[in-house]
């Protein structure tokens, strides 16, 4: 499977994956933010691994697709100027529990930064969480992700 990115009409790299194996090799410049906007009215962002889970959760929320555990100055400039609450879910493994910690803190210290400097902003300050699962985002169906979505993951 051949998974093309655009950015501004451009090819800017492609991920191609392999089954039954699900490998993958990334080829092109990562480190363009890869967003997908939900056609719904949302004050959230979330941020996965895999392009998968983030065309499944582009459905319901604003997604960013990381491709991998690592957010790039990129993918972290545009948090900062985006007004929304961010929600990290990585996958559940090692790697993925690693990252989001890191970028947890990462994003609490860069949204304590920008705060300092917007003295007045009329919003809440932004939130960041991590979703804990026991699967990936685009192993769950659209129903169990909205409820996923709501914090309301105690069965998952």
Request: with cysteine.
């Amino acid at each position: 499977l051949l998974l093309p990115v655009f950015v501004d009409d451009n090819l800017t790299f492609c991920q191609q994956r392999f089954f039954p194996t699900k490998k993958f090799i990334t080829k092109g410049d990562k480190t363009s933010p890869f967003m997908i906007k939900c056609g719904q009215a949302t004050a959230q962002v979330v941020l996965v691994e895999d392009f998968i889970s983030a065309i499944r959760l582009g459905k319901h929320v604003n997604t960013i697709c990381l491709f991998g555990v690592h957010m790039s100055s990129n993918v972290s400039k545009l948090l900062q100027n985006l007004d929304m609450n961010i929600k990290i879910w990585l996958d559940n493994d090692e790697a993925g529990h690693t990252g989001a910690e890191i970028l947890h803190n990462r994003l609490i210290t860069i949204l304590d930064n920008c705060s300092k400097y917007k003295a007045f902003a009329v919003r809440e300050p932004r939130t960041v969480e991590i979703i804990r699962t026991e699967k990936q985002p685009k192993d769950y169906s659209d129903e169990e992700l909205k409820q996923i979505l709501r914090g309301n993951n105690e069965k998952f």
